[in-house]
């Protein structure tokens, strides 16, 4: 029997309105946010293929961070919210057994936690999910379950509607990253 094929996605469609711009691109701790993101996710050899989704910006943001082993997809329907780019990343991805999640405005994200959540993975859950203190967060991995009902998905809710109809298995990783995204400029300074 062979290995499940896990494809990485990272989304990253949003225009940054309550930040005032494009947040993909700002600068933190010498890289734009997004680099953080997309380090952590290709740090984990087993996701693959890798995927980054774009909208707002798409071709600024392409040009001006390291997308390393990432194929780019723009979902062209961004504005609708984050249903769209899920859409987007979802059909980009292909024929995979599950699809690993994480947000392009969580700089902190760590390839301990990516790889964790993917270790996590079992025949008895639909999706795994991150949880920080009890929280639920990313990374989240959808297993083909999910995946098959995400094209039906409208909003700006990704895939938190269909997990409260399937089996998933939460873990604790407040240990390995902080989970904070980056909604506002006051948010960047303050991490800085």
């Known amino acids: ?18 930040f005032g711009g ?30 980054l989704v774009l909208g707002a910006r798409a071709d600024a943001i392409a040009r001006s961070v390291d997308l390393g082993p990432f194929a780019v997809v723009v979902a062209g329907d961004w504005a609708e919210g984050q249903a769209a780019s899920l859409r987007a990343g979802v059909a980009a991805l292909g024929d995979v057994d599950a699809a690993l999640i994480c947000l392009g405005d969580q700089p902190f994200i760590t390839s301990q936690v990516v790889a964790g959540t993917l270790d996590r993975a079992a025949e008895d859950a639909d ?26 998905l409208r909003g700006d809710v990704g895939a938190r509607e269909l997990l409260s109809q399937m089996r998933v298995r939460t873990w604790e990783a407040g240990h390995l990253c902080d989970p904070t995204d980056i909604d506002t400029r006051e948010q960047l300074e303050a991490m800085r």
């Open 127 to 152: 999706a795994v999910r991150a949880a920080y203190d009890g929280v639920p967060g990313h990374p989240v991995l959808l297993g083909r379950r999910v995946l098959d009902r995400v094209p039906a």
């Open 22 to 51: 494009p947040k993909q691109l700002a600068e933190l701790r010498g890289a734009p946010v997004l680099a953080h993101v997309l380090r952590a996710v290709a740090g984990v050899p087993a996701l693959a293929p890798l995927v």
């Open 1 to 18: 029997m062979s290995d499940p094929v896990v494809g990485g996605l990272v989304l990253a469609a949003g225009e940054g309105r309550r």
